[in-house]
């Protein structure tokens, strides 16, 4: 794989999903991002989702890998929880900021995190092995 990505379904209370509104293309998208070098995937979606959005979480599970073979890349999708931090109205990666029931998802997405959302919702310690278009092959382990 050529890049890592650390992304984060963050639920607030309510069981609402935090999304970021990216400012380099007007979707919204999980607060996370690349994983840098000399830090690990759960590092990276700690310091993505501060970054983003203000808010220190802690991480409570993986629940999916995701490759893309086309543009070498894999995607590891976490669950996790607000623990403190205030949520920042703007940033260099953020335009905006919002909660969304899972019912009520924004229609302008990245594409798959909707399904990904869904499946992250629904996650049990069962592995899961599902093969979805663009040759993304979705992987659901046990705890991480």
Not at 12 to 31: Q, Y
Not at 72 to 84: E, P, V
């Amino acid at each position: 794989m050529k890049t890592l990505g650390a992304f984060t379904v963050v639920r607030n209370s309510d069981k609402h999903i935090l999304l970021v509104k990216r400012r380099d293309f007007p979707l919204w998208d999980l607060p996370g991002g690349r994983v840098e070098k000399g830090e690990n995937t759960e590092q990276a979606a700690v310091r993505e989702t501060f970054e983003e959005t203000g808010f220190v979480i802690s991480l409570e599970q993986l629940t999916g890998i995701y490759d893309n073979i086309e543009r070498a890349d894999r995607q590891y999708i976490f669950t996790g929880k607000i623990i403190s931090g205030t949520a920042i109205k703007s940033g260099p990666e953020t335009a905006k900021l919002q909660f969304f029931s899972i019912h009520h998802l924004p229609f302008l997405m990245v594409p798959h995190r909707k399904m990904q959302i869904k499946k992250s919702c629904q996650h049990t310690d069962s592995p899961i092995f599902q093969e979805i278009r663009d040759n993304w092959l979705i992987k659901y382990i046990k705890n991480h």
